[in-house]
């Protein structure tokens, strides 16, 4: 199993930066890929960034150019530059990965989500 432990949520005026992170802990043998998604009420939970264990990255078009997925040495860790926020970029974000571990092979987690409100 594999436990996902984010933080860095909170208010920021517009055009402001926030910066995420996620931790996933646990029985790993290796993580495939991590990611941040996002859900706003009323809406479908939608992605943000995504990283591969290779350093590939993907964007959703709304956030190419403000947004930067990273990890850190150890691999277990996933952040989420935000830059130059907007109202809209408010929402619960959630961080995701896609985990092998040694006592359940592949699975897929979800932290508990941190929110992120953009308002003046």
């Known amino acids: 199993q594999a436990q996902l432990v984010e933080s860095g949520g909170g208010l920021v005026q517009p055009g402001g930066s926030l910066r995420l992170s996620c931790t996933v802990s646990?029985?790993?043998?290796?993580?495939?890929?991590m990611g941040w998604y996002r859900q706003a009420p009323g809406k479908q939970r939608e992605l943000v960034a995504a990283i591969s264990e290779g350093g590939n990255t993907v964007y959703a078009d709304s956030v190419k150019g403000r947004f930067t997925i990273s990890t850190d040495n150890t691999k277990n860790t996933v952040h989420l530059q935000m830059n130059s926020l907007k109202p809209e970029d408010t929402a619960v974000y959630f961080c995701?990965?896609?985990?092998?571990?040694?006592?359940?092979?592949?699975?897929?987690?979800w932290g508990q989500g941190t929110q992120v409100t953009v308002s003046s």
């Open positions: 995701n990965a896609d985990v092998i571990s040694w006592v359940d092979g592949q699975g897929d987690y």
């Open positions: 646990g029985s790993i043998y290796s993580i495939n890929r």
